[in-house]
């Protein structure tokens, strides 16, 4: 029998990859149109004393973040790290505006754009529409046409693959610009967090600990089978992400025909409230996910799946887009779980999918047909 020979790691550094990253995107923006806002904390949020304590932070300006605030934290957090902020309920059809306006700015350059969030996309330049060889270049003549037609400021990161240009743009925050080549990756990994590790969530983090694992250094001393024991094809992935290597493209021509999650459950779900509760999560988990992928959908599908293992998918299509929220899609959900038919048996899976989808940039029009 043939001995097995491993083959060595090949870095590819012949792509030019910027990330872009525009810096608190809506507070900025609701900073432009509110210059009175410009020296006060803001925060992107329900204002949490008109709702009762309820609400999550969309983001917050850097003075707000300067007390401790950041987004995804509860809106009553919030307030008590900042009592005296300016609370600004989103508006996410003026960001969708603005983020089609700094996309057109991108096609420009390039038409090789993955977009990540409405202020958050990787552009491939190898080749480019200004024939431009510096990618540096690029960077800084794109922050200034930015800034030029909207008012506002984003961070860029540039390097050969989208990990390390993105670990970049992270860098030196607001309005950085920050080149990784390859002679430096060694050495900016070795003195890394572990954290900053894509992949590596809060759940993971405690179990890097426990392995003496708290920056790039230990990681990178760690072997591919070690890894791959203890964190499976995460361990495949950060044995190369260490050595600075992650060959994904550029994903733009990516179609996403359908944007979904599901949870199984060990321990079965027993009653209609506790089905409830499962779903009203997974609602937000799809809707966070179709704003990431600043989709929306006509069509959402209902996933029940029973102790005895029958699965049912059911559902529903509306005129309009249904909005991307966590009550508008837990309310259709929950209206298509109602109608199906009622059982004893203990449900093992939720699911819920959204499809007939389209980009944000397309709204809902309705035309009055008939004059008053």
């Known amino acids: 029998m043939a001995e097995f020979m491993e083959q060595p790691l090949q870095v590819d550094d012949s792509r030019k990859i910027i990330h872009i990253d525009m810096d608190a995107f809506y507070a900025s923006i609701e900073m432009r149109d509110h210059p ?40 009553q957090k919030a307030l008590e790290l900042a009592p005296k902020a300016i609370f600004k309920t989103p508006d996410f059809t003026i960001y969708r505006q603005v983020s089609a306006q700094i996309h057109a700015i991108f096609h420009e350059y390039t038409d090789k754009i993955e977009p990540i969030a409405f202020d958050e996309a990787y552009l491939d330049v190898t080749e480019n529409k200004l024939q431009i060889d510096s990618a540096v270049q690029l960077a800084h003549q794109l922050q200034a046409e930015i800034f030029e037609k909207t008012h506002l400021t984003c961070s860029t990161g540039i ?38 590790f894509r992949g590596v969530g809060k759940k993971t983090v405690p179990k890097m600990h426990d392995l003496g694992i708290k920056s790039g250094q230990e990681l990178f001393a760690l072997s591919e089978g070690t890894l791959m024991q203890h964190f499976g094809k995460l361990g495949y992935i950060l044995f190369r992400r260490v050595r600075g290597i992650d060959d994904r493209p550029v994903e733009y021509q990516r179609d996403r025909k359908s944007i979904g999650k599901e949870r199984t459950y060990t321990q079965l779900l027993v009653s209609d409230a506790e089905a409830s509760v499962q779903l009203k999560k997974i609602a937000q988990m799809v809707s966070d996910a179709l704003r990431q992928q600043q989709k929306h959908g006509k069509t959402l599908v209902l996933k029940v799946r029973y102790q005895d293992f029958t699965t049912i998918t059911k559902r529903i299509t509306q005129v309009e887009y249904i909005e991307n929220s966590e009550e508008a899609i837990y309310f259709l959900a929950n209206q298509i779980m109602e109608e199906l038919q009622a059982s004893s048996q ?7 999918t959204m499809t007939n989808l389209a980009p944000l940039m397309f709204e809902n029009i309705t035309l009055p047909l008939f004059k008053q």
């Open 346 to 352: 203990k449900i093992r899976l939720l699911g819920i």
């Open 159 to 196: 390097s050969y693959n989208k990990f390390l240009a993105k670990l970049a743009s992270d860098y030196r925050k607001p309005v950085g610009v920050t080149i990784i080549r390859q002679a430096d990756v060694h050495d900016f990994l070795m003195q890394l967090p572990i954290e900053k």
């Open 36 to 75: 009175q806002w410009r020296n006060q904390p803001l925060i992107v949020a329900k204002d949490p004393r008109k709702t009762g304590g309820h609400g999550v932070v969309t983001t917050a300006n850097y003075i707000a973040r300067k007390a401790g605030v950041h987004s995804a934290m509860a809106a």
